[in-house]
């Protein structure tokens, strides 16, 4: 059986949004370098999960601090009660919510924004995977995005905060695409599974 990281707390399900947001974007650089060397297969699909990681990350951080909440199990920032374990005054976070929504808006396209286009693009099987091509600014966007969760974290999960080094460029592409351009093999997973 496998199992995700097991949370305690709201804040430590926003932690891991975090962590993996920044995992998938500092190593998709070298995947994609990989796949663009090797055009194996196995390298293509490392890739495209890199990015998809990335973006589905993304589109969860975006979820929470633009307050998208359209299920009462939603967290969102406009919710402290329900993930700061404390009382929050709104001043505190609408900053952060603030240059979120600017994001949001800055890498959204055809007039609907980021987390509409991830959704579009990732969320569900649309007509948009196969009518369109879509690139997606993933430096440039985690070095947007990145200080802001900085900032949270100094403010919501001080004992999280290491010595955070400031966001810079590390994905040394800004050509990042979600288009389907090969046809993979399907894998075949033959028993015996270990439990």
């Not at 926003?14 to 194996?40: G, N, V």
């Not at 967290?75 to 929504?101: C, F, H, Q, T």
């Not at 959704?119 to 995977?129: A, G, I, M, P, V």
């Not at 919501?156 to 800004?174: G, H, K, N, W, Y």
């Amino acid at each position: 059986m496998h199992q995700r990281l097991p949370k305690k707390t709201p804040l430590q399900t926003i932690s891991y949004e975090i962590d993996m947001f920044r995992h998938c974007a500092r190593t998709l650089a070298d995947k994609k370098a990989r796949f663009q060397r090797t055009a194996a297969d196995e390298d293509a699909a490392e890739y495209y999960l890199g990015l998809e990681g990335f973006l589905l990350h993304l589109r969860n951080l975006l979820a929470f601090l633009t307050n998208r909440r359209s299920e009462s199990t939603d967290l969102g920032i406009n919710g402290p009660e329900d993930w700061a374990g404390r009382p929050v005054e709104k001043r505190e976070y609408s900053d952060l919510m603030k240059s979120a929504r600017a994001l949001d808006r800055k890498y959204g396209a055809e007039g609907s924004t980021c987390y509409d286009q991830i959704s579009k693009f990732l969320q569900h099987c649309t007509t948009h995977r196969h009518e369109r091509d879509r690139d997606w600014d993933v430096d440039q966007i985690f070095v947007a995005l990145d200080p802001v969760l900085q900032d949270f974290e100094k403010r919501f999960m001080p004992e999280t905060v290491q010595d955070a080094a400031p966001a810079i460029s590390m994905l040394r592409t800004a050509n990042n695409s979600t288009a389907s351009i090969r046809v993979f093999s399907p894998i075949i997973l033959t028993g015996p599974f270990p439990e």
